[in-house]
């Protein structure tokens, strides 16, 4: 059996936060009897969350996957990589990161804080975990060169 439903809404004025199963409208008998319950969220440009809870698993499964174009010959749907539990926040923060940066350029930690509001140390992290998980997106791995004032970031071929 299948259902689909939808989320309660939260306030306006607060940012949505990562979707969990307690975000089932109705009641809790839903996510409480299902054997298994799939949330799929959009993340960023063409990628999704896919986090699949089960009450035979004592984790839940929880990836990145990105969706290729509509009329796009690829597969539908392709690994990027796993997500860490309780991360989807700073997940969608790491994205914004990724995506801040355009093809073909080398940016500064400096330019990514302007263009993501984030802290300086915050985008250092974000961008430390990304090359160190080898994190790939549209087809697009994120590189560094160089240390100290003069370290660029750029993105490159998978």
């Given amino acids: 059996m299948i259902v689909l439903d939808h989320l309660r809404k939260e306030l306006a004025q607060k940012a949505r936060r990562t979707i969990t ?5 109705g ?5 409480q009897n299902a054997d298994v319950v799939i949330l799929l969220e959009s993340v960023g440009d063409h990628q999704m969350s896919f986090r699949s809870f089960s009450k035979d698993w004592d984790t839940p499964v929880q990836i ?4 290729s174009p ?6 539908k749907f392709q690994y990027v990589s796993d997500l860490k ?4 926040g700073k997940n969608k923060k790491r994205m914004k ?3 801040a940066i355009k093809p073909g350029e080398k940016v ?10 984030f802290s300086a140390s915050s985008v250092r992290i974000y961008l430390r975990e990304l090359i160190d998980e080898e994190f ?8 560094k060169t160089g240390e100290g004032k003069v370290t660029r970031y750029y993105l490159s071929e998978k």
């Fill in 21 to 25: 199963i307690d975000d089932i409208k």
């Fill in 27 to 31: 009641t809790g008998g839903k996510a």
């Fill in 64 to 67: 990145l996957v990105e969706v």
């Fill in 70 to 75: 509509q009329g796009s010959g690829e597969p």
């Fill in 85 to 88: 539990t309780g991360g989807g």
């Fill in 97 to 99: 990161v990724f995506n």
């Fill in 108 to 117: 500064s930690n400096g330019e990514l804080v302007e263009r993501t509001g």
């Fill in 136 to 143: 790939i997106a549209q087809g697009k791995k994120l590189k």
